[in-house]
């Protein structure tokens, strides 16, 4: 597109050093009034800039003008040495405060929930029964755009919207059906998860459903299952519940664990098989292979089982066997 630094017709100077005050043809327009003055087309117009030349193009809109008639009109209004400087043609838009579907769909969230007073407009999902086509307001107006009307029906979720918008003149009505959803956030796996797998951040995704799809127990919150084991196979892309998820056992029944006895400074160590299985701080029944008694301990770590009461419940007798030890 040809700038303001054209050659003049039959100069070889730009047009920026033929002096300060020799007016400059624009080679576009941009306009919120709905008359084009001189003062819009041509810069240095002097008193002759608030002459009208041409109507404005509609709201939103653009416009091609012939710079020769725009220079023709100009001189015939006042401004004499108006030129088309090297331009043949003009581009006017007219400005406009723009309300295409998306944005006019974050303004009927946000009529509904302060409406509604008991839920947040990003939790409203809005779908129209027709695409509304771009509003255009008058950017010159102090309230472009306003809901005259917001009926909605959350059993359903239908909606019935009356909006008035600042036009060419004065106010248009437009009206506006559809539904809103009240949507819920939950948590997903992004991919299948084994039996006894543990879920971590990158197995999850956040998933919207419609708050009546939603089930009473499903995660919503990832801190809720992080860490934590699959009891079965998990799918992706459904809801989740914790129900579905439990500490990683750190001890299957049958393990060989090492049974550990502190106090007074003094440690024992023995090994016994888990007659129970366990996570991180679960009680479990271990038989002492030495003893062959079986005693109750908690799970500390992976294959450790640590023991409370009197060393007699882990040694057979007062001397420690042979595989035993004391620190």
């Not at 992004?190 to 089930?215: C, F, H, K, N, Y």
């Not at 007062?318 to 004391?326: C, G, I, Y």
């Amino acid at each position: 597109m040809p700038g303001a630094a054209s050659l003049a017709a039959g100069s070889s100077q730009p047009v920026w050093q033929r002096g300060s005050e020799a007016p400059v043809l624009r080679p576009e327009v941009v306009t919120s009034s709905d008359i084009v003055t001189i003062g819009d087309f041509y810069l240095n117009a002097g008193a002759a800039g608030f002459e009208p030349l041409f109507r404005s193009p509609d709201l939103g809109t653009s416009g091609n003008v012939s710079a020769a008639l725009v220079a023709e009109r100009a001189r015939a209004a006042g401004l004499k040495s108006a030129g088309t400087d090297g331009l043949a043609e003009v581009i006017v838009r007219r400005d406009s405060i723009s309300f295409d579907a998306q944005r006019l769909s974050g303004i009927i969230a946000e009529r509904l929930a302060r409406q509604e007073g008991q839920i947040s407009a990003d939790d409203l999902e809005i779908v129209f029964a027709r695409t509304p086509q771009i509003i255009h307001a008058d950017p010159r107006s102090a309230d472009p755009l306003r809901i005259e009307q917001a009926l909605w029906s959350r059993a359903d979720g239908r909606f019935d919207i009356v909006m008035s918008y600042a036009g060419e003149n004065g106010y248009r009505r437009v009206s506006l059906t559809g539904i809103a959803r009240e949507m819920t956030a939950i948590v997903a796996l992004a991919s299948p998860l084994d039996r006894g797998a543990i879920v971590r951040e990158q197995d999850l995704i956040t998933m919207r459903l419609p708050r009546e799809r939603v089930q009473g127990r499903a995660v919503t919150d990832p801190q809720e299952i992080l860490g934590l084991a699959a009891r079965i196979q998990q799918r992706p892309g459904r809801q989740l519940s914790k129900a579905d998820f439990e500490r990683p056992m750190l001890i299957q029944r049958g393990d060989k664990v090492t049974l550990i006895y502190e106090i007074s400074g003094m440690k024992l160590t023995t090994q016994g098989q888990a007659a129970t299985a366990g996570a991180d701080g679960d009680m479990i029944d271990v038989i002492n292979l030495q003893s062959r008694r079986t005693v109750r301990g908690t799970v500390s770590a992976r294959g450790e089982v640590r023991l409370g009461g009197t060393p007699r419940t882990l040694a057979a007798n007062t001397s420690l066997p042979a595989q035993e030890s004391a620190q």
